[in-house]
Each structure stands twice: as C-alpha cells, then as structure tokens.
C-alpha cells in the first residue's frame, strides 16, 4: 500500500526503496545504500538526488562523505500539496481549453444517451441535480435506494440542500412503504396508470429506467417529448 501510494506521487521504484530503506535505517552513505538495498551506485545517487529534489530526503558531509537520511514522514505533505496544485491548475486549464472548442456546425448535438449499471444511474442522477429543475417521477416500482444503497440518502439529502422540488406518482400499495422527505410530495393512483419503467422528467429531459439485474436508463432531451411527459404526469397528478 505504501509503495502504491508512493507511485501515485510520481515515486520511481528505486527511489520508493531508497526512501523506505531510509526511513528504517536512519542515515546512511551510498555505497552502503547500494550494497543492502541491491541497487546499483549509480542509480543510488540518481535515486537520491531525485529524493532531495522532492523535499522528503536530506544530507550532511562527515569527513568528505556525504551521508543521507529521510526527513520526517511529515514532510510529504508538502509533496502531496504541490501535486494537489498542479491537478486543480491542469483542471481548471482544461476546462478553459474544453470551452474554446468551437462545435462543428454540421454536427446536430445528440439527443438520446443510454445509461447502464449503478454508475450510469449515479451520472443521471447527479445531472438531474445539476439541471436544478422540479423533477416530476412516475414509477411502478422505485428501487432506487435497493440498488444505489446509501446513495439514495445521500442524493436526496443534495436534493434538499439545493431546494429542488419533487413529485412522485406510485401504485396505492406503496402508500406506507414511503418516507416523507423535505421537498418532495407523493400522489398515489391505481396500478393501471403506471408501467414497470420508472419515468423521470426534469427541464427538457426525460429519464427511462428499466430495474432489471443490469439497470437501463434512457436520456431524451427534447422540449417538446419532456412537455408531453409531463402533461401526462399532469393530468394523473389530479385525477
């Protein structure tokens, strides 16, 4: 786990054994680095300049030899800062860059996008919450919180925070299996008004998901197909 964390940091191999044999040993000169920890000397002192580079090693002379040894484990705080840095600047530098892409004007943007598996429904659900729009939900059987697990909680409790309004249709039987939730109201009607797909409308998108073993959703954005799913919703929300 170490030596993968260390990786992570942009660590070479050698150098991972350097600094680990150091940080054991205490200090230590090259020739007797290379000889207990079989790296050829000069690779050791490749390795070893590498180490001072990141700020996690150090040396001192004794009688013209220099001697090293590994600084405080704290010390690589300061690495992981540094690489934290550099991760937010090429984000957000991508990101600008993204933006500068003027789109082929030739090209109609895609308006259906199919979904699978929990992480497919992870990414709907955060674009649902995103969108920041009412969300209006017809469903035979929501297994939301069965297949997601603690996600459920946890999305609607963004939800919440964000003050999204939601409605939700069920079958009558449902009527005691559901919590009450801050923004969030629930209409019950009669299994022949609901399918086994669970229908999503928020803005102008519509969500399809099937609740088989491997969950299908759907993704229409489209004005008008969203204005008539919702007119449906509509009109069973007040029968």
């Not at 170490?2 to 054994?17: A, D, V, Y």
């Not at 399809?208 to 004005?223: D, S």
């Amino acid at each position: 786990m170490i030596e993968e964390n260390l990786t992570r940091l942009g660590f070479s191999p050698s150098e991972i054994k350097v600094y680990i044999h150091l940080l054991k040993i205490g200090s230590s000169y090259p020739k007797k680095i290379s000889s207990e920890t079989k790296i050829n000397r000069s690779n050791i002192y490749e390795a070893l300049d590498r180490l001072i580079a990141k700020g996690v090693v150090s040396f001192i002379t004794k009688n013209k030899v220099k001697w090293f040894e590994a600084n405080k484990p704290e010390s690589i705080m300061s690495l992981i800062k540094e690489k934290e840095e550099e991760i937010e600047k090429a984000k957000n530098q991508l990101v600008n860059d993204l933006k500068k892409i003027e789109p082929n004007q030739d090209k109609k943007s895609l308006e259906a996008g199919i979904f699978t598996g929990k992480k497919g429904l992870r990414v709907i659900f955060e674009e649902i919450l995103k969108e920041r729009k009412p969300i209006s939900l017809i469903a035979a059987e929501f297994q939301f919180k069965e297949v997601l697990g603690s996600y459920f909680e946890l999305w609607h409790k963004k939800r919440v925070q964000q003050k999204i309004e939601q409605r939700s249709i069920f079958p009558r039987d449902y009527k005691l299996k559901l919590k009450k939730k801050e923004f969030l109201t629930y209409k019950f009607v009669d299994n022949s008004y609901t399918n086994p797909t669970t229908t999503i409308i928020y803005g102008d998108n519509c969500v399809f998901i099937q609740w088989v073993k491997e969950p299908i959703a759907i993704k229409i954005h489209n004005k008008e197909i969203a204005k008539s799913h919702l007119n449906y919703f509509n009109m069973l929300w007040i029968t």
